[in-house]
């Protein structure tokens, strides 16, 4: 079994700068997605930014990047120029990759989730 | 195009009540999942559509929880009869893959749940 773990319960920024949210994860497969997931207050979840695990590039989008170390089972997401939107709870999950065999493939194991708050 | 809806996006109900929670998935997505995130802890898988059928249903706590999706279509979790430790947010996300490509699961915006 796969697990998540998220070991910032909350963090805070000032607006403009930069901040690194943590997880780490556990899983004897070799094929597997990883996500990271922003749910502001009271709206729906959305993705922020995914890593297929055989891609040794980290994967950037506009402000969000991470840092994928594969073989520390670790998968930081980094915030530039934070921003007052940016308050959300962010959660990391994993998903076994499609060749990793078993009948749910799509299914995600989530960590505890961060509460980020930018402040102005 | 409508993204992931649920229904109702609140509910209180006595313990020993029943309750149905609804989601609609994006028009056309054949995988179809329920999560459930208890106060305080992480967001834990229930269980897996694939268009009518159950693909996976080893996250559903007991037998008080029933899954259904007829016609593929939209999909109903009934919690009868409730009890205190279902509350909670209850979310439904919805995707569709082409072929060994995985896409992106979409989230609605959860329904929370709360049994006194």
């Known amino acids: 079994a796969q697990t998540v773990t998220q070991s910032q319960p909350e963090m805070s920024v000032q607006e403009a700068e930069t901040v690194t949210l943590s997880c780490t994860y556990d899983t004897s497969e070799n094929n597997y997605y990883l996500f990271w997931y922003k749910q502001p207050p009271s709206r729906q979840m959305i993705l922020v930014i995914r890593?297929?695990?055989?891609?040794?590039q980290n994967a950037t989008e506009n402000r969000f990047s991470v840092n994928f170390q594969k073989a520390a089972k670790s998968f930081s997401l980094k915030i530039s120029d934070s921003q007052l939107g940016d308050t959300a709870m962010y959660f990391c999950a994993f998903m076994r990759g499609y060749n990793a065999g078993g009948t749910s493939y799509g299914k995600l194991t989530f960590g505890q989730g961060t509460i980020l708050t930018v402040h102005p | 195009e409508a993204g992931v809806t649920q229904f109702p996006s609140h509910s209180v109900i006595e313990k020993g009540q029943t309750v149905t929670l609804r989601c609609d998935p994006i028009s056309g997505h054949d995988n179809l999942y329920w999560y459930r995130r208890v106060m305080g802890k992480e967001i834990k898988f229930l269980l897996h559509f694939v268009k009518e059928s159950k693909q996976d249903e080893s996250g559903m706590p007991n037998n008080r929880f029933l899954a259904e999706r007829t016609g593929g279509t939209y999909s109903t979790l009934k919690v009868q009869p409730a009890e205190l430790e279902d509350s909670g947010v209850y979310f439904c996300?919805?995707?569709?893959?082409?072929?060994?490509?995985?896409?992106?699961?979409?989230f609605g915006q959860g329904t929370r749940l709360t049994v006194v």
């Open positions: 890593q297929e695990a055989y891609k040794q």
């Open positions: 996300a919805s995707s569709q893959y082409k072929g060994v490509l995985n896409t992106e699961a979409f």
